[in-house]
């Protein structure tokens, strides 16, 4: 079982729709939760990141974390076609900063 | 403020030579890590380097070394390279003990 599970998608939607994008992760000692955004053949960009459970808002990305559940969610309200990339979770345990664990990404298609 | 530089941006091998990918850091950063994205996959950490030495490594075999130099700049190798080694080469710099991780572009290794 991989560490962290991502729905490689695709994902298409309209200009303007809500987007949730989904991960789960099975290690515990997980503590950082981070949101990557990857344009095609380019690095990943670091869009959110969130310490423990909650939320984090950040103009139309919203990061929510369920520790309780092991659930990773990236909520984008009025999604633009510059949007569309693959989205990448991520997580690190805390213990051993700086080893990102990645889910597989979730390629997103937003059209006008 | 130059972000996470990587070289070269493409490189063509072919099975058993060895190859050498480099990584700048940002600015003000000292740790630098490095993952292995395969086609359609998330990056996996190889290893992560502060202070001149290891500090983490990934599974990946002792075919993958690293070096980091004073200026914080740093290099992967891989000697008898394989098939199964092409993949996109990320380097991601960071401040010490920290969480933030910041990718490059990207050297993007066939093995033929």
């Known amino acids: 079982q991989k560490e962290v599970e991502q729905d490689p998608g695709p994902l298409s939607v309209p200009e303007g729709a809500i987007v949730s994008l989904n991960c789960t992760y099975s290690n515990s000692a997980f503590q950082y939760f981070m949101w990557y955004r990857q344009y095609s053949r380019k690095g990943p960009e670091l869009l959110m990141y969130?310490?423990?459970?909650g939320n984090k808002e950040d103009g139309r990305f919203t990061a929510q974390v369920d520790k309780s559940s092991k659930y990773i969610s990236l909520f984008i309200r009025d999604s633009q076609p510059s949007d569309s990339a693959t989205y990448l979770c991520?997580?690190?345990?805390?213990?051993?900063?700086?080893?990102?664990?990645f889910g597989r990404g979730t390629q997103l298609t937003v059209w006008p | 403020d130059a972000g996470v530089t990587q070289s070269p941006t493409h490189l063509i091998k072919t099975r058993g030579q060895q190859v050498t990918l480099r990584c700048s850091p940002k600015s003000g950063h000292d740790t630098v890590s490095w993952y292995q994205q395969a086609l359609g996959q998330g990056p996996q950490f190889i290893f992560q380097y502060y202070e001149e030495e290891e500090r983490q490594r990934g599974n990946f075999p002792d075919r993958f070394s690293g070096h980091q130099f004073p200026n914080y700049s740093s290099e992967l190798n891989v000697n008898a390279l394989l098939l199964g080694d092409s993949a996109l080469y990320l380097c991601a710099s960071s401040p010490a003990r920290s969480y933030e991780q910041y990718f490059g572009p990207g050297t993007r290794l066939t093995v033929t």
């Open positions: 969130t310490y423990s459970s």
């Open positions: 991520a997580s690190d345990r805390g213990s051993t900063l700086g080893r990102l664990y």
